[in-house]
């Protein structure tokens, strides 16, 4: 039986350094744990348009279609702001979701006690968060048709579509529901059903599909007055689904009620394969930081937390992913602080790499 495969593209960045870190940690696991992967490497965002002239090679795309899962680090830089919009490097990675068909966003907002102080709302209201927000993410407004810059009237018009279909919906509901099951059977669905036929469309097909999973305790609220909850009372939620518009503002607000964005993972995931394993891209939810590309600074835990993700929904090995998030939550709370997590009352200041031991020494310990 061959071992699974994963795609590592380690893009832009800090991209290339803390993957460095988890491809530590994919060692580990076939070191010790004889949990094998046949890794490969390739080149997205900046890093492929410098050597190909676009964000993502044909080729690249083609081998991310063909693996079970695939790794990515961060795409973007100041020095690429010049270029043509097809070919910035955020195209590369919309490219990737959209041609995997990668619907399913599932970003987690969990806050380590460890760092309940590090976020900017009272430590009551976030120690003990743990909520997953599921953005739908291949329609909505970022492709519906038509779409561009026009003139009318002698002035410039700029159009974005929020379009959905019927399947659309559903397939990410389904999606949402199950992970709910899975959870705490508690799902909230966001849209602006109030102002937006979209939105209408939207709740009225998850509340058709809730009908197969009446187990699961369904509301439904305008995702303005979700932003405001959000920062209210977060511990109320349990699984979020959105579209793709309002899923990217909330899942980011979401993210700094940890603290910082160096330690959320996300995952988005399509239909399943012949293997039955969803096709399925793993990122940090961080972006490129270029300020800080290169001096060892970056806090590899979000790309370390979304390998335990992939563990989780692309390779049936829950136990080893909590084996992985339990190791990160070690280090945590024994003060090891990336530059990201240092504050004024303490911890131990380590690099990337260093970080990136400390949680293999845990990984150690846990056997």
């Not at 970022?142 to 959905?164: A, D, K, L, S």
Request: aromatic share 6%; hydrophobic share 45%; charged share 25%.
């Amino acid at each position: 039986m061959s071992n699974p495969s994963l795609l590592i593209l380690a893009g832009d960045g800090i991209g290339p350094e803390v993957m460095a870190e988890v491809q530590r940690i994919i060692d580990w696991y076939g070191d010790k744990r004889g949990l094998a992967f046949d890794v490969s490497e390739d080149l997205v965002g900046g890093a492929a348009y410098d050597v190909h002239g676009v964000p993502l090679h044909d080729d690249t795309m083609a081998k991310a279609q063909g693996v079970d899962a695939v790794l990515l680090g961060a795409v973007g830089g100041p020095k690429y702001d010049v270029l043509d919009f097809s070919v910035k490097p955020e195209r590369g990675l919309l490219r990737l979701r959209k041609e995997m068909d990668l619907f399913a966003n599932l970003r987690p907002a969990q806050c380590f006690d460890a760092l309940a102080d590090f976020s900017s709302l009272k430590k009551d209201i976030v120690a003990g968060l743990d909520i997953m927000i599921v953005r739908e993410l291949t329609s909505g407004s970022y492709f519906g048709e038509p779409r561009g810059i026009f003139i009318e009237n002698n002035e410039r018009v700029g159009i974005n579509t929020q379009r959905y279909t019927e399947s659309e919906i559903d397939r990410v509901a389904r999606a949402a529901f199950e992970l709910a099951r899975k959870r705490n059977k508690k799902l909230c669905s966001m849209e602006k059903a109030n102002v937006m036929e979209s939105g209408i469309l939207w709740r009225d097909v998850v509340t058709e599909v809730h009908a197969d999973y009446e187990d699961v305790e369904l509301s439904h609220m305008y995702a303005d007055n979700g932003a405001m909850q959000l920062v209210r009372a977060p511990k109320q939620f349990d699984v979020i689904l959105t579209d793709n518009l309002f899923g990217d503002l909330l899942s980011d607000c979401a993210a700094m009620l940890t603290g910082s964005l160096g330690m959320l993972p996300s995952a988005s995931l399509g239909a399943p394969m012949e293997n039955g394993r969803p096709k399925a891209l793993y990122e940090p939810v961080h972006g490129s930081a270029p300020d800080i590309a290169g001096q060892a600074k970056a806090n590899p835990s979000a790309c370390i937390l979304s390998f335990a993700m992939a563990l989780r929904y692309s390779f049936d090995q829950g136990a080893e992913a909590d084996r992985l998030e339990a190791a990160v939550e070690k280090v945590l709370a024994d003060g090891v602080r990336t530059a990201d997590l240092m504050q004024a009352d303490g911890g131990t200041p380590v690099s990337t790499s260093e970080m990136g031991s400390a949680i293999i020494a845990a990984l150690d310990a846990s056997l």
